[in-house]
């Protein structure tokens, strides 16, 4: 063979830069290369949505994948990673001879396909059931197209990773995860790789990308250099990635070139294209002294762009609102299967979800994107959220139908459906065909409930549609008939069940028999919130100016480099307050406040026999780069803070940080030595702090209002034209629990799905039925172990409706626990003994006779085969259970446990690794979480 010559004639030594020849022949490297193995992870992080609105994407995901085959063509070495499953469904229903190609280089091993999840998500915002469906359908559509799940987590972009994650992780069979944010500069955590564990004692092996996830076109050595310098030195080996990203792209022939050259050369090591498993096998074959040295992380992986949890309100809340939709329409097409045959509507339901999932990414949710890639995010989460009530509609009706209402002159029927798992009380509204006069409401049993009138949606002349609001008891998951009698209320005596307990209402005070509450008249916020039971006053003589805060914001739309929004800001000027209802079932004040062009009303509302205050929140926002934080500060002393996680709860620092969160967050410390907490629970909104103080406080990032999709360092240029986000109205609602020090016996996440997923009434007519004036199809008792998923499974069987039950339930306390849940729905009981915030999936036969079977989170059984035929290396690893083959349980039943009764055992956790997966021992191992 002839070797490369220089013009000179002599042989070819170093090439790194300038023209050189391509495929130089192999030949020893330097005795002086240094000793480690750099695995070159060629890739093309594409965001589907960005600063293009996703038909662009959808282009560029084909015209990347193109050019990845192309190289493996040219390159026999040549390694490509996929890590987002939308793009190759993309690809496969536009271009099948691509997608055939792409299947023959994933048999041939050299297209390589991790994440197993729909697209990479913002991973601090969704919640836990989106979590579950982003593996749910991204690992069954590889395992359905190329016969193997991903094993490896990969999640390049995001800005952050909740503390959860290993959980779900683990439930979708990964053992390890790559991230890239936050870099060593924005976090305590100095190591590059190191064992992560999740509040319930799940682990995976996690990665942090060094300097970057993508490249530009030509040589490596600058991400080499770079990536070098960032990472944990001692590591030796390590992963380096490689391609032309964000819009496309991927590993160009200059990129690769580049690497065999600097292999030849030995410039960093030994460079060798390569996957991530390929690595974290690698890893794993170094042994237990090198693994059991690495370092452990138990907390959330954050903060990178702060901002983003508050920006573009709009998202957040169609976001939300999908979520609670399609876990309802869910809950009742399983109802309307197992208990009518209704076909089980997956594909519908699919649909739905793939849309949700979708703009759960991170340039999407997190409010990134330019302006118009919201008006698709609007109208794909307005197909899910009508796709989901349709489902729910249909059941209701095949269930309205079939419940005997008998006819009763000068009435109307109402039923009223519960979506959640537990009985619910809670207030309804309702418009109705009204006739003139007085109006009450009577419960299923004929008894009088505690009614008022409202104001009327409807501004006409015509009496055809009255409304009012009711008290409803309704039973779990399920429904319970009401009627709107056209007469006065009958006289009942003040001791009778169901009356109304003291209620008064004035511009000042709000007060029952539980609580009295003061509102300052020149700032219109609460001065005292006094619990009559305890005496306790957690907002006793606060500043109520605090309350409102608003701020010239000129921050990027991401919020880089932003530590905290917790600044001190201009209050909004209170306009008025006005009384507009007195009981008595509730009590409504209405709080009006402005500053500049932009106003808010606050309406408070007090129920008769609650101490709970809600707040209905319309703010009319007409700011640019400025933000508002609505504050709640409390006369607490020694603070704590926690915060609601996907599946979990986690304690901060009370230091004002911004911080992403859930549905709700506490604040528990003393009042004159006694303990005593606030809670906060929200709809809509992610961006909270704690901050200390002689008045500790919860702060809310109602809104800021940014340029759209401006990333410093770039400067807005005075002569252009920007668009501002957050212009105009939104609505949100949120409510403040006072409690004695544990903020568990209000359980603010039933509190938030209740807020957010509210029952739904319905106008019914007279007639007969077989079912009964009120009923249940499944419960979980309202204890610590919460349903927090109940659906057909994805698979299609032979029970009613072409589907068995899947019921999904997490403990919430962070306490071990046995859980009861009843299922009438298909005549079962299950009871299952849970760690702490362990999160648990059963498959439920329609058929009394056949076992539950406990799944992973994509609905493989944990001890058995995938739908594969073959067990994914690492499912099953979260926790197992023992779950008895028949019904009832062999050997005694717990007490109480009656014939249906399935008793799932919690066994030994298979502890994971220093890599994240399972031992092989069948003993449980010293670090053993349960």
């Given at each position: 063979m002839s070797r490369?010559?220089t013009?000179t004639?002599?042989?070819?030594?170093?090439?790194?830069?300038g023209?050189?020849?391509?495929?130089?022949?192999?030949?020893?490297?330097?005795?002086a290369t240094?000793?480690?193995?750099?695995h070159?992870?060629g890739n093309?992080?594409?965001?589907?949505?960005?600063?293009?609105p996703?038909?662009?994407g959808y282009?560029?995901?084909?015209?990347?994948?193109?050019s990845?085959?192309?190289r493996m063509?040219?390159?026999?070495?040549?390694?490509f990673?996929c890590d987002?499953?939308?793009?190759?469904s993309w690809?496969?229903?536009?271009?099948p001879?691509?997608f055939?190609?792409?299947?023959?280089?994933v048999?041939?091993?050299?297209?390589v396909n991790?994440g197993?999840?729909?697209?990479?998500?913002?991973?601090?915002?969704p919640m836990?059931?989106s979590f579950?469906r982003?593996?749910?359908?991204?690992q069954?559509?590889?395992?359905?197209?190329?016969?193997?799940?991903?094993?490896?987590?990969?999640?390049v972009?995001p800005?952050?990773?909740?503390?959860?994650l290993?959980?779900?992780l683990?439930g979708?069979?990964?053992?390890?995860?790559?991230?890239l944010r936050?870099g060593?500069?924005e976090?305590?955590?100095?190591?590059?790789?190191?064992?992560?564990?999740?509040p319930d004692?799940?682990?995976?092996l996690?990665?942090?990308i060094p300097?970057e996830?993508?490249?530009?076109a030509?040589?490596v050595?600058?991400q080499?250099d770079k990536?070098?310098?960032?990472?944990d030195?001692?590591?030796?080996?390590?992963?380096?990635?490689y391609?032309?990203?964000?819009h496309?792209?991927?590993?160009?022939?200059a990129?690769?070139?580049s690497?065999?050259?600097?292999?030849?050369?030995?410039?960093f090591?030994r460079l060798?294209?390569?996957s991530?498993?390929?690595?974290?096998?690698s890893?794993?074959a170094?042994?237990?002294?090198?693994?059991?040295?690495?370092?452990?992380?138990s907390d959330?992986l954050?903060?990178?762009?702060?901002g983003?949890?508050?920006?573009h309100?709009?998202?957040?809340?169609?976001?939300?609102?999908?979520q609670?939709?399609?876990l309802?329409?869910?809950?009742?097409?399983a109802?309307a299967?197992a208990?009518?045959?209704?076909?089980?509507?997956?594909e519908d339901?699919?649909?739905a979800?793939?849309q949700v999932?979708f703009?759960?990414?991170?340039?999407v949710?997190?409010?990134?994107?330019i302006?118009?890639?919201?008006d698709?995010?609007?109208?794909?989460?307005?197909e899910?959220?009508?796709?989901a009530?349709?489902v729910i509609?249909r059941?209701?009706?095949?269930i309205?139908?079939?419940?005997?209402?008998?006819?009763e002159?000068?009435?109307?029927?109402v039923l009223v459906?519960n979506?959640?798992?537990w009985p619910?009380s809670?207030?309804v509204e309702?418009?109705?065909g009204?006739?003139?006069?007085?109006?009450h409401?009577?419960?299923?049993e004929g008894?009088?409930v505690?009614?008022?009138?409202t104001?009327?949606?409807?501004?006409?002349?015509?009496?055809?549609r009255?409304?009012?609001?009711?008290?409803?008891?309704?039973?779990?998951?399920?429904?319970?008939?009401?009627?709107?009698r056209m007469?006065?209320?009958p006289?009942?005596?003040e001791w009778?069940?169901?009356?109304?307990?003291r209620?008064?209402?004035?511009?000042?005070?709000l007060?029952?028999?539980?609580v009295?509450i003061?509102l300052d008249?020149a700032?219109?916020w609460i001065?005292?919130?006094?619990?009559?039971r305890?005496?306790?006053?957690?907002?006793?003589?606060v500043?109520?100016?605090?309350?409102?805060?608003?701020?010239a914001?000129p921050?990027d739309t991401?919020?880089h480099?932003?530590?905290?929004?917790?600044?001190?800001?201009?209050?909004m000027?209170?306009a008025?307050?006005?009384v507009?209802?007195?009981?008595p079932?509730r009590a409504r004040?209405?709080?009006?406040?402005?500053?500049?062009?932009?106003?808010m009303?606050?309406?408070?509302l007090?129920d008769h026999d609650?101490?709970v205050?809600?707040v209905?929140?319309?703010?009319d926002?007409?700011?640019?780069?400025?933000l508002l934080k609505?504050?709640?500060p409390?006369a607490?002393?020694d603070?704590r803070?926690?915060?609601q996680?996907?599946?979990?709860?986690?304690?901060?620092p009370?230091?004002?940080?911004e911080?992403?969160?859930?549905?709700w967050v506490d604040?528990?410390?003393?009042?004159?030595?006694?303990?005593?907490?606030?809670?906060?629970?929200?709809?809509?909104k992610h961006g909270?702090?704690?901050?200390p103080?002689?008045?500790?406080?919860?702060?809310?990032?109602a809104?800021?209002s940014?340029?759209?999709?401006?990333h410093d360092?770039?400067l807005?240029?005075?002569?252009?034209?920007?668009?501002y986000q957050?212009?105009?109205?939104?609505?949100?609602?949120y409510e403040?629990?006072?409690?004695d020090?544990?903020?568990r016996t209000?359980?603010p996440?039933r509190?938030?799905?209740v807020?957010?997923?509210p029952?739904r009434?319905?106008l019914?007519?007279?007639h007969?039925g077989?079912l009964p004036?009120t009923g249940s199809f499944?419960?979980?008792?309202?204890g610590?172990v919460?349903?927090t998923a109940?659906?057909g499974?994805?698979d299609?069987?032979?029970?009613?409706?072409?589907?068995d039950l899947?019921?999904?339930?997490?403990?919430?306390?962070?306490?071990?626990?046995?859980?009861?849940i009843?299922?009438p729905?298909v005549g079962?009981t299950l009871e299952?003994?849970?760690?702490?915030?362990?999160?648990?999936?059963?498959?439920v036969?329609a058929?009394?006779a056949?076992?539950?079977v406990?799944?992973?989170?994509?609905?493989?059984p944990?001890?058995?085969a995938?739908?594969?035929g073959?067990?994914?290396e690492g499912?099953?690893?979260?926790?197992s259970?023992?779950?008895?083959?028949?019904?009832?349980?062999?050997?005694?039943a717990?007490?109480g446990?009656g014939?249906?009764?399935?008793?799932?055992?919690?066994?030994?956790?298979?502890?994971?690794?220093?890599?994240?997966?399972?031992?092989a021992?069948d003993?449980?191992?010293?670090?053993?979480?349960?």
């Amino acid at each position: 063979m002839s070797r490369p010559r220089t013009t000179t004639g002599a042989p070819l030594s170093n090439a790194p830069a300038g023209t050189q020849p391509r495929d130089l022949p192999p030949t020893q490297r330097p005795h002086a290369t240094p000793d480690r193995t750099i695995h070159m992870i060629g890739n093309s992080h594409i965001d589907p949505v960005w600063l293009w609105p996703w038909q662009e994407g959808y282009q560029e995901a084909r015209a990347t994948f193109w050019s990845a085959i192309h190289r493996m063509d040219e390159y026999p070495d040549f390694v490509f990673t996929c890590d987002q499953m939308v793009l190759l469904s993309w690809v496969e229903e536009s271009d099948p001879e691509l997608f055939a190609r792409i299947t023959e280089r994933v048999a041939e091993g050299r297209w390589v396909n991790v994440g197993g999840w729909w697209v990479e998500p913002d991973c601090n915002m969704p919640m836990g059931e989106s979590f579950a469906r982003q593996g749910l359908y991204g690992q069954r559509y590889l395992i359905s197209r190329f016969g193997k799940p991903a094993t490896v987590g990969m999640n390049v972009d995001p800005f952050g990773h909740s503390a959860s994650l290993p959980t779900v992780l683990r439930g979708h069979g990964l053992d390890s995860y790559l991230f890239l944010r936050p870099g060593p500069h924005e976090s305590d955590l100095a190591d590059t790789l190191f064992r992560w564990r999740a509040p319930d004692g799940s682990t995976v092996l996690a990665y942090r990308i060094p300097f970057e996830y993508c490249s530009p076109a030509g040589s490596v050595d600058g991400q080499v250099d770079k990536a070098l310098g960032t990472l944990d030195r001692s590591l030796g080996d390590v992963m380096v990635l490689y391609g032309v990203g964000n819009h496309g792209g991927g590993p160009t022939i200059a990129n690769i070139e580049s690497i065999h050259r600097y292999d030849r050369m030995g410039s960093f090591g030994r460079l060798t294209m390569s996957s991530p498993r390929d690595y974290l096998d690698s890893v794993q074959a170094r042994g237990p002294e090198f693994l059991d040295g690495l370092a452990e992380w138990s907390d959330d992986l954050q903060h990178h762009a702060p901002g983003c949890y508050s920006a573009h309100s709009g998202i957040k809340a169609w976001q939300r609102r999908a979520q609670f939709a399609l876990l309802s329409a869910e809950r009742w097409a399983a109802v309307a299967a197992a208990h009518d045959g209704t076909p089980y509507p997956r594909e519908d339901l699919e649909r739905a979800w793939k849309q949700v999932l979708f703009n759960q990414f991170h340039d999407v949710l997190p409010g990134s994107a330019i302006e118009h890639a919201y008006d698709d995010a609007r109208d794909q989460l307005g197909e899910a959220v009508a796709i989901a009530k349709r489902v729910i509609v249909r059941a209701h009706n095949t269930i309205a139908r079939q419940v005997d209402v008998p006819m009763e002159e000068a009435s109307q029927p109402v039923l009223v459906f519960n979506p959640h798992p537990w009985p619910v009380s809670t207030d309804v509204e309702l418009h109705y065909g009204s006739t003139p006069g007085p109006v009450h409401v009577v419960d299923d049993e004929g008894r009088t409930v505690v009614s008022q009138p409202t104001q009327s949606k409807a501004t006409t002349n015509q009496t055809g549609r009255g409304a009012l609001v009711f008290r409803a008891e309704v039973p779990a998951l399920g429904y319970r008939l009401y009627r709107v009698r056209m007469a006065a209320e009958p006289a009942r005596p003040e001791w009778s069940a169901g009356s109304p307990g003291r209620l008064s209402a004035s511009e000042t005070v709000l007060e029952n028999d539980l609580v009295r509450i003061e509102l300052d008249p020149a700032t219109g916020w609460i001065r005292s919130y006094r619990d009559k039971r305890t005496g306790l006053d957690v907002m006793r003589g606060v500043d109520g100016a605090q309350h409102t805060q608003v701020c010239a914001d000129p921050t990027d739309t991401w919020g880089h480099r932003v530590v905290s929004y917790a600044w001190a800001g201009d209050p909004m000027k209170l306009a008025r307050i006005v009384v507009r209802e007195s009981g008595p079932l509730r009590a409504r004040v209405r709080v009006e406040r402005e500053w500049g062009a932009s106003t808010m009303t606050e309406e408070l509302l007090l129920d008769h026999d609650s101490a709970v205050l809600r707040v209905d929140v319309t703010l009319d926002w007409r700011e640019h780069a400025h933000l508002l934080k609505l504050r709640f500060p409390t006369a607490l002393s020694d603070p704590r803070a926690t915060y609601q996680i996907p599946y979990a709860a986690l304690e901060r620092p009370v230091d004002g940080a911004e911080e992403p969160g859930q549905g709700w967050v506490d604040l528990t410390g003393t009042v004159d030595g006694r303990p005593a907490g606030l809670t906060l629970v929200t709809t809509n909104k992610h961006g909270y702090d704690v901050s200390p103080g002689d008045e500790p406080s919860i702060g809310v990032t109602a809104v800021r209002s940014p340029v759209y999709a401006w990333h410093d360092p770039r400067l807005l240029d005075g002569e252009d034209i920007y668009s501002y986000q957050d212009q105009g109205v939104q609505r949100f609602s949120y409510e403040l629990v006072a409690h004695d020090g544990d903020r568990r016996t209000a359980d603010p996440g039933r509190r938030a799905a209740v807020l957010g997923s509210p029952v739904r009434a319905m106008l019914e007519s007279f007639h007969a039925g077989s079912l009964p004036r009120t009923g249940s199809f499944a419960s979980d008792h309202a204890g610590a172990v919460m349903v927090t998923a109940l659906k057909g499974t994805e698979d299609v069987t032979d029970g009613p409706g072409g589907a068995d039950l899947v019921v999904r339930a997490v403990e919430t306390r962070g306490e071990p626990g046995t859980a009861r849940i009843d299922l009438p729905l298909v005549g079962r009981t299950l009871e299952a003994d849970f760690g702490p915030y362990q999160l648990r999936t059963f498959r439920v036969p329609a058929d009394p006779a056949a076992p539950v079977v406990e799944l992973d989170l994509v609905e493989r059984p944990l001890d058995g085969a995938g739908a594969d035929g073959a067990t994914p290396e690492g499912a099953g690893a979260v926790r197992s259970g023992e779950i008895d083959a028949d019904v009832p349980a062999a050997g005694p039943a717990p007490e109480g446990a009656g014939e249906g009764t399935t008793v799932l055992t919690a066994t030994q956790v298979s502890s994971p690794d220093a890599t994240g997966r399972p031992r092989a021992a069948d003993a449980p191992s010293a670090d053993d979480p349960a």
